[in-house]
């Protein structure tokens, strides 16, 4: 049925699939073979199709319907459709790619790269970034026989310190748990994985795993400028324990004369609501935050980010997550510490604008969104964008929001004052 998409399309559209599938998109296969699959996967998506278990299903009044069987027509017409009009704005976009990412009145984003692997073609980005945002760490213990070493880990983190050097490089420890299990280790089942033992719970769960990663990150911390980032912090007892364990790490490692760089900062993912709303406390005790929109507004809106039958609660453009968002945000640059998003908001073209008019001076993204933003925010203005941001914070529904930014969008208003110029 897909076999005649051809591969060019394929590679694409899976671009065009992280930008419209938030979560999901990470879970899917990127091997040789699943381009064009998932670029049509990607491609459904904003048409309103979604997957369960690997087939298409599309939504018939209150009921989800396999569409499967006569997926071949439909795909052909809706795919060549939206990809017309996907390769035309991508056409658009590219030249935007290399420029400094400054706004319309010259004031300047930082722009992170997210990335899954120490690969050429993930550093590929790093010509047109300013810092590594996101690491995820997870792509060296998934689909191994055993855990990797700590030779094998410190190998990985020294190759991206040293690429981006003296540029900073956010690694997150492991991320694992929720729907990631490990094939290496024995994880048993919860009713309730995304609620239960992930991240850095299990590190402390297993602090021998999270003390070989820390001993691999401190050894490469000579190599670059490096921020841990400790995910799913959900209270200031995880940031001491956790800084504790990191400690003990670095006195382990001095006392067999092992280098590591003293300017090394320990930063936490604010995607939990519980630290969002003590973020004036978190913030003297870390050195940075990143904001992870994919988690936070997974536990803000009580939506399973994986679930499809409840993926109309996720509300990526829901005005609490403004909210919220703007109130970290507030308490960091009162603080004077760094805050960042790497999340997929940080990288969607209609969120952005009201990120930076609440405050964000960094953002965190995957390679295929760097032209895009770069493009949106030269075209906007830190007046304007704060506007947008008190105008959808008092909006009643992500609904109202998202048509807000969608109207503006189209009617080609974030680009009012570079017309002026
Ligand atoms: C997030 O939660 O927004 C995030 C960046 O982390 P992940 O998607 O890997 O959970
Ligand atoms: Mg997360």
Not at 47 to 52: D, K, L
């Amino acid at each position: 049925m897909l076999d005649d998409i051809e591969r060019g399309r394929g590679f694409i559209a899976a671009a065009h699939l992280k930008e419209t599938i938030p979560g999901v998109y990470r879970d899917m296969k990127f091997g040789e073979g699943h381009t064009d699959y998932v670029s049509c996967v990607g491609l459904l998506y904003s048409m309103g199709v979604r997957i369960f278990t690997g087939e298409f299903w599309h939504k018939d009044g209150d009921d989800w319907r396999r569409s499967l069987s006569d997926a071949s027509s439909f795909l052909r017409k809706k795919i060549d459709t939206a990809m017309e009009r996907y390769l035309a704005d991508k056409e658009a976009e590219r030249k935007f790619i290399s420029v400094q990412p400054l706004m319309a009145d010259g004031t300047r984003i930082d722009i992170g790269l997210n990335i899954g692997s120490s690969s050429p073609a993930a550093l590929e980005g790093a010509k047109y970034t300013d810092m590594v945002g996101l690491f995820r760490t997870e792509f060296l213990y998934m689909e191994k026989p055993a855990l990797p070493d700590e030779q094998e880990q410190f190998e990985a983190y020294k190759k991206i310190l040293r690429e981006y050097a003296p540029r900073p490089v956010t690694i997150r420890t492991l991320d694992i748990g929720g729907d990631k299990t490990l094939e290496c280790m024995n994880m048993p089942r919860e009713d309730n994985p995304f609620l239960g033992n992930r991240a850095l719970r299990l590190c402390f769960d297993k602090p021998n795993i999270f003390k070989t990663q820390i001993r691999a990150l401190l050894r490469a911390s000579v190599h670059g400028s490096l921020w841990i980032m400790l995910p799913m912090v959900g209270s200031i007892d995880d940031i001491r324990r956790a800084k504790s364990m990191i400690d003990d790490v670095r006195v382990e490692l001095d006392r067999e004369d092992i280098a590591c760089s003293s300017e090394t900062r320990i930063g936490i993912m604010v995607e939990i609501p519980s630290i969002a709303l003590i973020a004036d406390i978190a913030a003297q005790e870390v050195d940075f935050a990143s904001i992870g929109t994919n988690d936070l507004c997974q536990y803000l809106t009580a939506t399973d980010r994986l679930n499809p039958y409840v993926s109309g609660y996720y509300q990526s453009y829901h005005p609490a997550m403004f909210r919220i968002i703007g109130h970290v945000v507030e308490e960091f640059d009162k603080a004077g510490k760094p805050i960042c998003v790497c999340g997929e908001m940080g990288g969607d073209k209609l969120a952005v604008p009201v990120l930076v008019g609440l405050g964000l001076r960094k953002l965190s993204m995957g390679i295929s969104s760097v032209a895009g933003i770069k493009r949106v925010l030269s075209t906007l203005t830190m007046e304007h964008a704060a506007r947008l941001a008190d105008a959808v914070k008092n909006m009643p529904t992500a609904a109202d929001v998202e048509s807000y930014l969608k109207k503006i969008s189209a009617e080609g208003e974030f680009q009012c004052k570079r017309r002026a110029q």
